[in-house]
């Protein structure tokens, strides 16, 4: 039986998915059990805990051959200091691990988790890595996972409307794509086989890497045999007709724009601070893949397929 950690999010789900699908039993754990329902309806043996509840998480850790621990990575907007969020989930984990007596451990990590400082949200989990790599008698294997194809999703209203896709990212960079989905699966198939003894870690790099502008490229002509940007009202409140998105381009906005427009947003200083990191840590190469691309730092799902199955249908529909 294997443990699910963020059972509710798109690679537990996945990883949830993977498991019950190949005969394995699951005891998938969230915040609430209502996000779990498809999930207990596949067979798993559904358990609602809060990542910071130490004895719910160690009572759900008991008895499993082992666990899939992840930090959710669903960054609360106005949240004050979302490292010590961090850093409370964490040890939260570690001792539900330690007290569980649990021996295999597949940890979501991120590239650029390598480094103590300079990469936002990802410093939080150079520590996480840290800290449960330093359980005695676990063999945990660290995935540090390349930048999410999800994340393009936050653009389909801006790629209607302003045939813009904007991000802090120089438009050349090689960027390691790769889906949530095979991230889940992938930490599904190395927890039911458990190669791996010690502390490992394992970068998944994605189909290949893409820069912005090729990303951009893609998406104009996927959505351009179909694709209007939205309507624009004039002035005497007839609609005006809207320009083809054949053109639609990629806009890098500087490191303190973003930043300002993430404030403009709402988002706390801290998080905005974080998210600004990142832009600054890429285009640097800061944060980059340090293993070799082979067949096993590599996921199947193209930037192509995930333009069309993913991208373009969330774009029709916000026609």
Partial sequence: MFVVTGASGRTGRAAAVHLLAHGHPVRAVGRSAQRLAD????????????QTDTAALTDAFRGAAGVYAVIQPNYIPDHPDFGA????????LAEAVTASGVTRVVGLSSWGAQHPEGTGPVRGLHRFEQRLSAVPGVDTLWLRAGYFMENLLDH???ARTRRRISAPFDPDLPLPFVTTRD????AAEELATGTWRGTEILELQGERDVSM????????KAVSADGRAADASTADGLAAAAPAVGDLAYEQTS???FRAELRGKGVSADVADMMAEVGEALNTRHTRMQQPRT??????TTIEQFVEEEFAPRYRAAA
């Fill in 39 to 50: 999930l207990a309806e596949r067979g798993a043996e559904v358990w609602e805990a809060d």
């Fill in 295 to 300: 067949a096993r730092t590599s996921t199947p």
């Fill in 213 to 220: 502008r090729e990303v951009v490229d893609l998406m104009a």
């Fill in 85 to 92: 969020f961090q850093d409370r989930v964490t040890n939260s």
């Fill in 156 to 158: 389909v209203d801006a």
């Fill in 183 to 186: 991230i889940g699966i992938r």
């Fill in 255 to 257: 490191i303190a724009a």
